[in-house]
Nanobody
Framework: QVQLVESGGGLVQAGGSLRLSCAAS????????MGWFRQAQGKEREFVSA????????RYADSVKGRFTISRDNAKNTVYLQMNSLKAEDAAVYYC?????????????????WGQGTQVTVSS
């Protein structure tokens, strides 16, 4: 099991940028594939991006391709989500998630551990 703590959310104008961080407690962080998901008010949780253990395999939702970048620093037990050119429709609570495998998945059921979420608000 791993504890995940997200940070970096906030209020940003449309077209702006934010960088989310997710700090993990596990000493074996490099054994986990990591994902970012988001949930807007009244909507289901949706996939944003995922990254393999070593960072060599990355996946993005079509809606964020070219604007968001996922990365990880295994020495710091942290995964990041750089979000550029933010749109109103990106506003949501963003969650990071972990799976003790190397599966880079868009399915929430793959992930066993979740953070508490960080709010991203985009003003137009």
């Amino acid at each position: 099991q791993v504890q995940l703590v997200e940070s970096g959310g906030g209020l940003v104008q449309a077209g702006g940028s934010l960088r989310l961080s997710c700090a993990a407690s596990a000493r074996t962080f490099s054994s986990y594939a990591m994902g970012w998901f988001r949930q807007a008010q009244g909507k289901e949780r949706e996939f944003v991006s995922a990254i393999s253990r070593g960072g060599f395999t990355i996946r993005y939702a079509d809606s964020v391709k070219g604007r968001f970048t996922i990365s990880r620093d295994n020495a710091k037990n942290t995964v990041y989500l750089q979000m550029n050119s933010l749109k109103a429709e990106d506003a949501a609570v963003y969650y990071c998630a972990a799976t003790f495998s190397n599966i880079v998945s868009a399915d929430t059921r793959t992930y066993t551990d979740w953070g508490q979420g960080t709010q991203v608000t985009v003003s137009s």
